[in-house]
């Protein structure tokens, strides 16, 4: 089975601007879950989604959303990027059968400038 | 916030020597887990031990749990340069919907 995608991998952006990025999980995992890592706060919980419905949600503001869709990939959002939103972002799915192994994939480099 | 909290931050080993890295958290837990990150990827799943287990054993990883004291430790026998990498323990949230990882123990290994 192909491994969780990400894209882009890598994105620049100015403080402002907004920005989508998107997560295609494993085959067959509904659930979906996004966390930040930076270098001061480490991996932070974003939020979870199963079968298109946000079930858990990380200490974030509320520029910080996502969706899921029909086909289980989801996408998150951050409106408003500020300075501080720059960070690896990591998408995690997980099987059904899971007992709380979530396998991530590669990343995207968000840079705000 | 950091549920567990990894010791030491920093680790650098020769290749052959065996590297130890501990793991405290806060709550009580169902599980608890070990990932590896390779310097700016995502994080892979190397294991898992409930919180039932006392030890569990993965290739040559070795983690062991001791939840009267709220801690964990991985070792990693006989290590690698590909070893290099940061190691992260990470507990369930009640639902099991979440994730919540220390801030890493970074190991490096020089051949």
């Not at chain 2, 130890?20 to 709550?27: A, D, E, G, I, L």
Request: with cysteine; aromatic share 8%.
């Amino acid at each position: 089975k192909a491994g969780v995608t990400q894209t882009p991998r890598y994105l620049i952006k100015t403080r402002g601007q907004q920005v989508t990025l998107s997560c295609s999980p494993i085959s067959g995992h509904r659930s979906v879950s996004w966390y930040q890592q930076t270098p001061g706060q480490g991996l932070q919980f974003l939020f979870e989604y199963f079968s298109e419905t946000q079930r858990n949600k990380g200490n974030f503001p509320g520029r910080f959303s996502g969706r899921q869709f029909s086909n289980s990939r989801s996408e998150m959002n951050v409106s408003t990027l500020e300075l501080g939103d720059s960070a690896l972002y990591l998408c995690a799915s997980k099987p059904p059968e899971s007992r709380g192994e979530q396998f991530f994939g590669p990343g995207t480099r968000l840079t705000v400038l | 916030s950091q549920q567990g909290e990894e010791d030491p931050q920093a680790l650098s080993i020769q290749e052959g020597e065996n590297a130890t890295m501990n793991c405290s958290y806060k709550t009580s837990i169902n599980n608890l887990q070990w990932y590896r990150q390779n310097s700016g990827r995502g994080l892979v799943h190397l294991i898992l031990i409930r919180s039932n287990e006392r030890e569990k054993h993965s290739g040559r990883l070795r983690v062991t749990l001791d939840t009267s004291k709220k801690s964990s430790s991985l070792l990693i026998t006989a290590s690698r340069a590909a070893d290099t990498a940061s190691y992260f323990c990470a507990t369930s949230n009640q639902a099991g919907t979440a994730l919540i990882f220390g801030k890493g123990t970074t190991l490096s290994v020089s051949s």
